[in-house]
């Protein structure tokens, strides 16, 4: 089992930035893959991000150029760097982790943006 614990949402003005933060509870030996998704209200979780244990990232089109994936492996640790904020932004965003072919999910981060 592994438990993801997101952080780094909040309250932010439209334009700003937020770093959201997942640290996974441990390692795990080989590729893993981990990514942000986010869920806004009425409509379906959508994807965001993801980045390899190798680094090789990949994004939802229309935000590539505003956020920014990143991850420590050493601290099994993902980040997601949102600039340029805007009010179709506002979400709960989820860290997953996939590996050895299990998926996990953490709890969610709220990431609301103020007009």
């Known amino acids: 089992q592994v438990q993801l614990v997101e952080s780094g949402g909040g309250l932010v003005q439209a334009g700003g930035s937020l770093r959201l933060s997942c640290v996974a509870s441990r390692s795990i030996f080989g590729p893993t893959l981990m990514g942000w998704y986010r869920q806004a209200p009425g409509k ?6 993801s980045i390899t244990s190798g680094g090789n990232t990949n994004y939802a089109g229309p935000l590539k150029g505003r956020f920014t994936i990143s991850r ?3 601290k099994n ?4 760097e949102m600039n340029s904020l805007e ?7 989820y860290c ?3 590996a050895q072919g299990y998926e996990y999910w953490g709890q969610g981060t709220q990431v609301t943006v103020s007009s």
Do not use: M
Request: proline letters at 4%; glycine letters at 0%; aromatic letters at 18%.
């Open 77 to 80: 640790t993902v980040y997601l």
């Open 44 to 49: 379906q979780r959508e994807f965001v991000a």
């Open 72 to 74: 420590d492996n050493a």
């Open 87 to 93: 009010p179709e932004d506002t979400a709960v965003y």
């Open 96 to 98: 997953k982790f996939t």
